[in-house]
């Protein structure tokens, strides 16, 4: 678990104890404003409500945001705001999941994100820390450890400030850019250009993919938990508490026991299993450009420019549509599956992600 990575990771470099190899930030590029982070970041994460998605429920979580994307009365609204005000189940969340599975998902069923992509991008385990401690705004800091290397600390974060009646307002979101990432680039002899691009694409990455964790929240609320299974699971073994004894590591005592593994269920599995072939009979529709599908044409006059009426008899046209591919696809039925968010008035939003 990148929960576990980040737990051990900051408690071994705030104790003097972490190696260059395990931690070249902050061998290479120490300072206070990277202490000051580390402190706040394990302070909150070992206070977080810890939630790991396995593949398919983050992937059932991205559909919803597709669908609602799609049913949305305004395009450019965005999907945070479909949601509602959706409260967090405690006052710092930590949500992970799978991001190189989540990317191979959306690629394989063609989502329009991928949609520039030959081959899958994502890479690597994705996690949000949720920080709803401060009066004034939602902190949100997106993790994201790659493929093949270290974990990394986050180029930027999400202020999402609130209003006078205490709503998030996702019409004024700050961009709060890391002072220790940026000294640590700009040491590794990244240009100042660069650094801001790397923030930005931190940046929309965080506001597209923070529809998981809030359809989470809203979905574990729900009378029917929304097609999604929760369970209990240990998060640290009896070999890694025998070895923080044994080595002193303190902070892991003060971290989650436990957190919550979230699958899906049949219900759920159907609503992606029917959204899959509903794109793949659009699809192929598509495609085939074989017209329409046979039909009855009732009697009716056809009139020329020349004037000429010629009366045309009741006849079919269009040709057999196949057997295998679905006409009509529905997803769940609303009296089984259905969860509802909470209301919210549509406001005037900016081009924020």
């Not at 949305?72 to 509602?84: F, K, Q, S, V």
């Not at 506001?207 to 369970?231: E, K």
């Not at 959204?275 to 598509?286: S, V």
Request: proline share 5%; glycine share 6%.
């Amino acid at each position: 678990m990148l929960y576990k990575s980040l737990i051990s990771m900051y408690g071994s470099s705030l104790s003097g104890k972490s190696t260059p190899n395990d931690d070249i930030v902050w061998h290479f590029a120490p300072s206070e404003h990277l202490r000051y982070f580390r402190e706040y970041a394990l302070d909150a994460l070992q206070q977080a409500k810890v939630y790991l998605l396995d593949h398919l429920a983050a992937a059932y979580a991205d559909t919803l945001h597709e669908a609602f994307t799609e049913e949305a009365d305004e395009p450019r609204l965005p999907a945070l705001a479909i949601l509602g005000e959706v409260k967090l189940p405690s006052k710092v969340a930590w949500v992970e999941f799978d991001d190189q599975a989540l990317g191979k998902a959306r690629f394989e069923r063609a989502s329009p994100v991928t949609r520039f992509e030959d081959k899958p991008s994502a890479t690597g385990q994705r996690g949000y820390l949720l920080d709803d401690r401060n009066e004034g705004y939602l902190r949100v800091t997106m993790f994201h450890k790659r493929e093949g290397r270290g974990v990394v600390d986050p180029i930027c974060a999400l202020l999402v400030e609130r209003t006078a009646a205490g709503t998030l307002n996702y019409d004024d979101i700050e961009v709060e850019l890391s002072r220790s990432m940026f000294e640590f680039h700009m040491r590794s002899g990244v240009s100042p250009e660069t650094i801001h691009g790397m923030r930005t694409v931190h940046q929309v990455e965080t506001g597209y993919d923070l529809f998981i964790p809030y359809a989470l929240f809203a979905m574990l609320v729900s009378p029917d938990l929304g097609g999604i299974i929760p369970t209990e699971t240990e998060t640290f073994t009896t070999k890694d508490w025998k070895t923080a004894r044994k080595f002193g590591k303190l902070w892991l005592f003060g971290a989650q026991k436990s957190h919550l593994t979230i699958r899906i269920g049949p219900q759920a599995a159907a609503h992606m299993a029917e959204r899959t072939a509903r794109l793949e009979f659009q699809r192929q529709a598509i495609e085939a450009r074989n017209g329409p599908v046979r039909h009855w044409v009732a009697a009716h006059e056809r009139h020329y420019r020349s004037g000429k009426v010629v009366l045309v008899k009741g006849h079919h046209r269009g040709h057999q549509a196949a057997r295998e591919l679905p006409t009509r696809v529905m997803g769940p039925r609303l009296d089984v599956t259905r969860f509802e968010f909470p209301a919210t008035k549509p406001q005037n939003h900016k081009n924020h992600k």
